[in-house]
Structure formats: C-alpha cells, structure tokens
C-alpha cells in the first residue's frame, strides 16, 4: 500500500489517499511496485527540505508451491526517480541495469549487492526482470527472483505504469497541488477538477 496526499477542498489542505501496490503473480515469482512519496520537513525560513527522496518500491516473493509464495523470503528494490527515468526512457528492445548496495555509506557497505535487470522480450511481448541478491564472500547466499512481466494489457507503450507515479515520488504533486488564491481566480473550481481527474 502507498500513501499518497491530495488537495481538498473542504479541509483547504493536504490530506491522505491510500493507493494499492500493482501486483503481477507468476509461477517462479510475484512482483510488486508501489510509490512511496517523499518526506519533508519545514525549515524556520517556512520553504521545504527534502529528507527523504520518494521510490518505486519493488517487492519480489519467491514461488513456494503452485499459486503459493513464500512472504518470508521477499526480496525489496527501491528505484529512485533518476531510475525510474531510465526504465520509462527505454526504446523497443533495449535493457538496463541497476546496482544497489542497501548499506551503503555505514560500516556495512560492500557486504551485501543488489542487482536488478529488465530486459524485453525478443518479441516485443513484455519483459524479463530479474532481481539478485549476493551477500559478502563470507556467506555463500545468493538468491535470485526472475518473473516475466507482459505489458500488452491495454495495447499501449507505457512501461508498467510507472510514468504516472514519477510526479508523486519526486515530490512535485505537493507542489502543483498548491492552487493560488488570487481575487481573479477560482481555486474552487480548479480543486474540484482535480478531484474529478483522481476518480477516473
């Protein structure tokens, strides 16, 4: 589940929305992606700072059995905005990868790297992602969670719907969300189309 914010006019201010994760259940694996929205605080000058950046969290369960997952062993990817652009921004048949080190700038870095790779389908039909997970050279764990996502559901060109949450893991719907109130305007009406837009 994400929590997301929006604007009512009611209230005159931020409020919450609850959104699910879009699932997609396989035989080897089931994957998840939701966004999780940007964290802010106040500064005494009244602006915004950013503490922490909004993500497209992954979330890979292994397969335990027919139509059976194993919730214990699910593995997490987090992709910033920049990778997300990068996912959104690929051509017919081109792939990518990206590399994460969960630890990184504590005393724990290097010990465990995460990799995940998407790479299409030769026909066109979908892609293949692939999420591995290596611990240090002192522990011989390594996992690996593949599933096979098809994106022909609609006929479109999107990846994974993943262009629509980019403006929310970036933080900017707080900022467009803020309607001016000047006498030769009618925040009112605006708002109420905003509302409408949501509830499609």
Known sequence: MALMFFYSESSGKFENRIYADYCIYKGKAALSAGPAPPKFSKLDSGGLKVDRCGTIMLTFTPA????????EKKQKFALSPTEVGSLISL???????????PAMK????????????????????????????????????????????????????ERFTVPFALPHIMGWDRYTNQLPKSAGENPSKGVSQLDLEWDR
């Open 64 to 71: 335990s059995g027919e139509r059976k997952y194993d919730w």
């Open 91 to 101: 051509k017919a048949l081109e792939s990518c990868e990206f590399f994460h080190d």
């Open 106 to 157: 504590s005393s724990n870095a290097g010990q465990v790297r995460k990799s995940l790779s998407v790479k299409p389908h030769a026909d066109g039909s979908g892609y293949f992602i692939s999420l591995s997970k290596q611990e240090s050279e002192d522990v011989t764990l390594n996992t690996s969670f593949e599933t096979s996502v098809v994106n022909n559901i609609q006929k479109t060109n």
